[in-house]
Each structure stands twice: as structure tokens, then as C-alpha cells.
């Protein structure tokens, strides 16, 4: 993807192009607003936040255009540029002042807990917002098994309900970040190799974060009521940050050993193929933040 990255730092014309068109095939395949993001990202990271301001907002007007003359109406594809571009917009300048990979992930995260949070106080039933939608989205299934009790599969759309928006949440995050790696990654293969490996393998947070992380769980777990609904969902927002940092931690130390160039590359497979081997992996991530694992296993 080196030669896409080439063509987005030519010029603002070819950014605003690569975001906006990428922008809208990815109302049809999802992924591709990862690749969108990154665009806004790496302009961000290597010109500036004025520069990744004037492709977020002429690439949001572009993709407006686009959609007039091919959905037949601007406001949305508007709208969607704008919710899509300006969290990592944000996001890069943390990352460009602050230099620290670490303190940018925090940031996202911060952000979609704030997210979550502000959905609560907008919605006073956010479990009654989602449920239309997750039934919507159960019936095909419910036609394709038709042995299946339906009282058992209400019960769980209606105990989903509840955490349906830390899922939201936690998967835009999800896409932001990896939106965010794969711009500083395009930064790094122009002109910085290797600089995004050594950043990314070096993921870690500070253990006061842990601790308030250890807390918003216990609250969830020994709480009830709309304060242990709201920490169940900030905590499946705080899965995303450790799963990170335990990935980095093994991707390290699998790197370290004889076979490691297969070794690294089947456990990210494994984690998308069996997405259940993602709660070890946050684990690492948490205990991460007291016993330094990196140094352990290079010792």
C-alpha cells in the first residue's frame, strides 16, 4: 500500500480524492473507511493539524457532492464524513504533539467513554433505542433455524440491548485506531521505517489507568441498576485498549523467539479467526501495566 500512501502526500487534490471516494465504497464494504481514515491521518501526522483540517473538510464537501450525484441527496454522506474523519483528525495531533502512540490509544479510548456516557444522558432507555434494531438484524436467523425456542432468543436480544451501545462504541474504536496505525504506519514506511514497529510494540499504559479500569469493572460487576449497565459498557470499551496493549506484548515476545516469524503472524490470525482468545489477550494487557512483561521476557 506504499504506492497509495505516495499518492496521498502529493498534494491536498489527491488526499481529498483518496478519502472521499474510499469514503463512500465504504457504505457498501465497511472496512474501506479504515483505509479512508488513514488518509485524513497521514496528512495529519506529516503536515499538520491545519492541513489535515482543510482535507477533513473539503474531503467531507467532496464526498457531499459524490453523494448527491449517486445516492441523490448530500446531507448524509456529508454528516458521514464528518463523524468519520474528525475523531482521527483529532486523534493524529495528539499523536503528532505528543509523540507517544500510548497517549494517543488512551485519548480514543477517553473519547468513546465520554461517547458512552453522553449517549446515557441523551437517551433515558438506551436498551429500548437498540432493541428495534437488534430485532431487525435476528430475524433472518430466527427464519433460518425455526427449531430454535423463540422465547430463548428474545431473552438474549433483550439482555444484548443493554451493552449494545459499549459494542457501538467499542467497535468505532476499533476502526479509528486502526485507522490511526495504518496512517503512521504509511508515515513510517515514507519516512521513518521501522519507526511504527518499534511505537507499536512498545504499547503500554500507565497503572493509575489500570487501577480506574480495575474499578469501573468491579462497579459492573458488583453494582446494579443504570451505574452497572453504564460500567459494563465502558468496560467492554476499555477490552479494545488492553486488547491492544496484549497484543503488542505477545506480538514482542513471540517476535523474540527462533520460530517467531511464524509464530507472530499465526497469533493474528488466531485472533481473528477465534475472536474468544482476544480475553487472555486483554488480560496480558492489563497485568502489562504493573509487571512489565517486555522486560521480564527479554531478562
Known amino acids: ?30 472496512p474501506v473507511s479504515i483505509v479512508s481514515s488513514a488518509t485524513v491521518a497521514l496528512v495529519t501526522l506529516r503536515r499538520g493539524a491545519y ?14 457532492a459524490l453523494g ?34 500510548s497517549l494517543a490509544v488512551e485519548i480514543a479510548i477517553l473519547l468513546g467513554a465520554f461517547g458512552v456516557l453522553g449517549f446515557y444522558l441523551y437517551q433515558s432507555s438506551p436498551s429500548e433505542f437498540w432493541l428495534p434494531m437488534l430485532e431487525q438484524m435476528i430475524k433472518p436467523m430466527m427464519a433460518s433455524s425455526p427449531d430454535v425456542p423463540v422465547d430463548n432468543i428474545e431473552q438474549s436480544v433483550q439482555a444484548m440491548a443493554h451493552y449494545m451501545t459499549g459494542v457501538v462504541a467499542a467497535g468505532t474504536i476499533f476502526s479509528l485506531l486502526f485507522g490511526l496505525f495504518l496512517g ?30 480495575i474499578i469501573v469493572i468491579a462497579i459492573a460487576w458488583f453494582d446494579s441498576g443504570i451505574f452497572s449497565e453504564v460500567a459494563w459498557n465502558i468496560t467492554i470499551l476499555l477490552f479494545v485498549l488492553y486488547t491492544f496493549i496484549g497484543a503488542a506484548v505477545l506480538h514482542l515476545m513471540l517476535s523474540r523467539l527462533s520460530s517467531g516469524r511464524f509464530l507472530v503472524p499465526m497469533f493474528y490470525v488466531t485472533l481473528l479467526i477465534i475472536p474468544h482468545v482476544m480475553f487472555p489477550v486483554a488480560g496480558i494487557g492489563l497485568a502489562d501495566a504493573w509487571l512489565n512483561l517486555r522486560n521480564k521476557f527479554s531478562k
Open 68 to 101: 448527491l450525484l449517486v445516492l441523490g441527496g448530500y446531507q448524509f454522506a456529508l454528516l458521514y464524513g464528518l463523524v468519520m474523519w474528525s475523531p482521527i483528525w483529532i486523534i493524529s495531533i495528539v499523536l503528532r504533539e505528543g509523540r507517544h502512540l
Open 1 to 30: 500500500m506504499k504506492f497509495l500512501a505516495e499518492y496521498i502526500m502529493r498534494g491536498r487534490m489527491q488526499a481529498i480524492m483518496v478519502a472521499s471516494t474510499l469514503a463512500l465504497i465504504s457504505l457498501i464494504i465497511p
Open 51 to 64: 492541513e489535515g483540517l482543510w482535507v477533513l473538510l473539503f474531503a467531507s464537501a467532496a464526498a457531499a
Open 184 to 213: 503512521r504506519w504509511w508515515q513510517s514506511i515514507l519516512y521513518n521505517p521501522g519507526g511504527f514497529r518499534a511505537e507499536y510494540l512498545s504499547l503500554s499504559t500507565h497503572p493509575r489507568l489500570a487501577i480506574g479500569s
